[in-house]
């Protein structure tokens, strides 16, 4: 009855499975009293309208419009260079070359790069070698480039976000069966006209999982764009390239740990928090629902 | 299978399949640069700490590791006071701060995170997969920013309440905050060890007389070690480069003490909390790159070591089966 091994047993699989319990459980708990505490104030006006009062009042429509506009501008860098090296490594490199595997690597590794060098990088050469170049070359040495601004910190998310672009674009290329490669190229298509009639149509889904990912994962980071472009407060929404911006991210954390009356801006902070947790979490499950039918295929297709 | 042979890039000739092989050819390359770009740039401004004597008079390899007196004739101690009337660059208040608070990260997350990995690859129903799975994914989905959020707002309180702790923001709140960033990460790639473990090896065990948890203890477990040990490898450089977190929940006070509920200020908070005000091309301003070289260097390490290791499982495992 009381055997030794089964009593082990037993408490090491109950140890296990209590580790999957308090992990549920933490998720639950924080969206919980986020959710709880964040719905209060959330209204159409409060998604519509610019803050009042010292962030005290009002809405939150200048972040969520300069989140938008960033993570626009980052698609557009970010969805053509990250498909393209996906399409190098997967359809141009020939396979186990040493070309493939250093990309791999290097896409690897600038996914390990901590937020924050990123956000230094896009200081040090999209601002300061960048910019200011243009500025020299073009504005005879004003500020116009060679400061933060939207384009700047969007480059920067878009660096951040590529790896995340590549392998997912990888992935679906994967999941494209051989031989509407070799079918193709047996018509006579070249290697463009079977990549851009064949493969890129095939793969759309992978592309836009991707792509939907990168824009969830840009929308809630804060320190690549906390020098290169985002502001706490601005009285206009940003129309220019060079224009500084608000974003949700940037909001939570000023008002988070600079707001000069806490209980005042509780509620709003909460609300906000809300927003960009809704933000990213209908992003990533959009992404998720097309992943799930992508490896379907995968799986099955054959 | 029947191989192929493509045409060679260039052999149809036409302008677009040349203009096509040059862009996607250039974007691939562009990984590899940006790479290369980030490590110059960061170099570049972190260098006049070694070459500079404008600089080196503020800030020098030696005023970053040894002990400088606060004022003249005082005794010499390790501070990181960077906007002072004498500014002091001792980065080993910043340095213990950052390993602690990843060694506190890493001791609570590691363990949760293999562990329930190893439940829900070995033992779970079905179901119980279908809710850790996407509760995995969520905690990975939650901007860290919010996590940094929630720890300052509620957390903090909660563990001063239950403890007692003189700081309310230390190095244990930071720290279990960051865990929740290291879990997905480790469960993740802890997970994939796991269920790359062929299933011959399970039914071997299982057919031999061991238990399920005989086979997942001492089969599957150590078959896929070093899949686990990369896991923890990618989840420490994961934690020692989280930014958003630590700036918001660790107090931000750089002491030098090895107490887990003092507060603490790292590397990354840093950076953050001091770029902004900075003067561009001052010696603080080259010192915090500096800091962010040092970041770069190390999380490159790690992730380099912890995917090599991650290849090697699996082609150890491919071997095997």
Known sequence: MFDKTRITGAVLQGLAALACVIIVAMVAIILGNILIHGLDRLSVGFLTRAPEAGMTGGGIFPAIFGTFALVLLMTIAVIPLGVATAIYMHEYAPKRSRMVHVVRLAIQNLAGVPAIVFGLFGLGFFIEFIGRGVDRAFFGGSLVYGQPAIIWAALTMALLTMPTVVVATEEALRAIPQSYREVAYSLGATRWQMISRIVLPQAVGGILTGGILAVSRGSGEVAPVMFTGAAYFLPELPRRLNDQFMELGYHVYVMTTQSPDVEATKPILYSTVLVLLMLTFLLNFTAIMIRARIRKRLRYGR | ?321
């Open chain 2, 1 to 321: 299978m029947t191989v192929v042979r493509l045409p060679r890039a260039g052999f149809a000739g036409s302008l677009s399949d040349r203009l096509a092989s040059i862009v996607i050819r250039g974007s691939a390359f562009l990984a590899i640069l940006s790479l290369v770009l980030i490590f110059i740039f960061i170099g570049k401004e972190a260098l006049p700490i070694l070459t500079s004597q404008e600089v080196q008079k503020e800030a020098s390899l030696s005023t970053l590791f040894f002990p400088q007196p606060a004022k003249p004739g005082a005794r010499p101690q390790y501070m990181w006071q960077p906007v002072s009337e004498v500014p002091k660059y001792s980065v080993l208040p910043l340095f213990v701060s950052t390993l602690k608070v990843t060694v506190i990260a890493v001791f609570f997350a590691i363990p949760l995170a293999v562990a329930a990995a190893l439940y829900t690859a070995e033992f779970a129903h079905p179901w119980v997969r279908e809710v850790v799975k996407p509760a995995i994914e969520l905690l990975a989905g939650i901007p860290s920013v919010v996590i940094g959020f929630f720890c300052l707002m509620v957390l903090a309180g909660w563990l001063q309440q239950v403890f007692g702790w003189t700081y309310r923001l230390n190095a244990v709140t930071a720290g279990l905050g960051l865990s929740l960033a290291v879990i997905p990460i480790v469960y993740t790639v802890a997970e994939d060890a796991f269920s790359s473990v062929p299933q011959t090896f399970r039914e071997g065990s299982l057919a031999m007389g061991a238990s399920s948890w005989q086979t997942a203890w001492r089969v599957v477990l150590p078959a896929a070690m070093p899949g686990v040990l990369a896991a923890c490898v990618l989840g420490f450089g994961r934690a020692i480069g989280e930014t958003m977190i630590v700036l918001m929940a660790s107090g931000n006070a750089a002491i030098l003490s090895l107490s887990p509920v003092d507060s603490i200020r790292t590397f990354s908070a840093t950076i953050a909390a001091e770029l902004g005000e900075v003067v561009v091309g001052s010696a603080h301003y080259h010192v915090l790159f500096f800091l962010g070289a040092a970041l770069f260097v190390l999380t490159f390490l790690l992730n380099l070591f912890g995917h090599w290791w991650v290849g090697r499982l699996q082609k150890k495992l491919q071997g095997a089966s």
